[in-house]
């Protein structure tokens, strides 16, 4: 009898990702490509594609998750608030499966980095977790008991379009969001925004990368703009705590390999968490980039 397999595909604003996973939860075949940005019908043939080299290698047919950068509406099962804005608006679910004729499934992108964390990452073990993704935009995803939590509307953990908590007086002039609202969290805590903030302080132009990197050879203020971001993210995760009060929260996406984060944001975020022992855990993905991909297998689950 062949090994019945699941494939995930991480389907990013300038990347696809996909892997398939094994019962053992090894990963047997895995592709990237980069999106067709801006090219709805030339995303649905990447993916296609992409499914199709991985099952000619490993050969039996397998089931499909699929991870995006918005999440399904359940109410007229368009794609919604998606930054990768050629998604919007289209009958994915149905237009893939008929593509790949089979059924699948489809949750946003933090749902399954969150997913896939909670059930075999750092978050394992706990009843609650709450995923984070820091990278090119801002996500959030809840597992209870294992389960992921979507709500009625499609959009449980989606905590990157809130307005920043407890704003200072420098921050009371709000940056307009790709989604049409001013001073959402994710226009203060993304990678981009990181960037953008850097810049407004009167340095040159630089990505958080090189940030960081000049912040750990002694740059005041590269410093000075990771203190102000990492303020900012305490801020809006005590926020989500106050709220739903999880075991683990585990950080996702690119900034969440800044080391700093795990040493300053407990002490943060305490000031901000409505409790008389506001301990708060906070933990690295144990599967790293590869979380999405794994999580959106794990929809199959």
């Known amino acids: 009898m062949s090994e019945r397999l699941r494939i995930g595909c991480d389907v990013g604003g300038s ?5 398939a996973f094994g019962g053992d939860g090894e990963m047997r075949a895995n592709r990237r490509e980069a999106t067709p940005r801006g090219d709805y019908d030339g995303t649905l043939a990447a993916i296609a594609r992409m499914v199709d080299e991985i099952e000619r290698e490993t050969k039996p047919s397998a089931s499909i998750g699929i991870g995006i950068p918005g999440s399904i509406s359940p109410a007229t099962g368009l794609v919604q608030n998606a930054n990768s804005t050629w998604l919007n608006d289209r009958l994915l679910e149905a237009d ?4 790949l004729q089979r059924p699948l499934r489809i949750a946003n992108d933090a749902n399954c980095f969150a997913l896939s964390e909670a059930l075999d990452g750092s978050g394992s073990g706990v009843h609650c977790v709450f995923g984070v993704i820091l990278g090119t935009g801002c996500g959030g995803g809840l597992v209870i008991g294992q389960s992921l939590v979507n709500g009625p509307l499609g959009i449980g953990g989606e905590w990157g379009h809130n307005p920043l908590p407890w704003p200072r007086p420098d921050e009371l002039q709000a940056t307009r969001c790709w989604c049409g609202r001013e001073g959402c969290i994710e226009t203060w805590v993304s990678g981009p925004a990181l960037s953008a903030d850097h810049a407004r302080a009167g340095n040159d132009e630089a990505d958080a990368e090189t940030i960081a990197g000049r912040a750990a050879e002694g740059d005041e203020a590269a410093r000075a703009t990771l203190m102000r971001h990492v303020d900012r993210l305490a801020r809006a995760l005590a926020s ?5 009060d999880p075991d683990v929260v585990v950080l996702g996406g690119g900034l969440s390999q800044l080391p700093h984060l795990y040493r300053d944001l407990p002490q943060l975020m305490a000031p901000f968490i409505f409790s008389q022992s506001p301990a708060i855990d906070i933990r690295p993905p144990k599967h790293g980039p590869e979380s999405g991909v794994r999580g959106a297998a794990w929809l199959w689950s």
């Open 15 to 19: 990347k696809i990702a996909a892997a």
């Open 240 to 244: 989500i705590v106050n709220v739903v």
């Open 96 to 99: 893939l499966s008929e593509k």
